[in-house]
């Protein structure tokens, strides 16, 4: 299983955390954008943050949210970890990888 690795600065005792998320075996965006969703927001409940903090962009979504630098599924997160978006490895599969947008917000591409 490949699982998300995510490095902050702010993390205490490591620089990589490990999300239990598995992207490879997802087909499509919106499949693996909505594995990291959860997995993120699972890991923001366990830092005491609030989960509905992480945000889930859909593709009719863009234009509410003003996140045009995200022209499909994405998810921002503007509360996390420094740069959180930026310390993602191993967020690819057979839909495609993610790229940062900003430090705090991801978009999936082809």
């Known amino acids: 299983m490949a699982n998300v690795r995510m490095y902050s600065e702010e993390f ?12 490879g075996k997802y087909t499509t965006k919106a499949g693996a954008c909505k594995a990291l969703h959860k997995a993120l927001g699972a ?5 005491g943050a609030d989960p509905n903090g992480v945000m889930l962009v859909r593709p009719e979504d863009n234009d509410l949210v003003a996140h045009n630098w995200i022209p499909g599924w994405g998810i921002c997160w503007e509360d996390g970890p420094y740069e959180w978006a930026i310390g993602i490895d191993g967020a690819s ?3 495609g990888y993610v790229e940062p947008g900003y430090s705090f917000s991801l978009a999936f591409a082809d």
């Open 93 to 95: 599969g057979p839909w």
């Open 43 to 47: 890991f923001a409940e366990d830092l």
């Open 12 to 23: 205490e005792y490591s620089r990589f955390i490990t999300l239990d998320v598995d992207l």
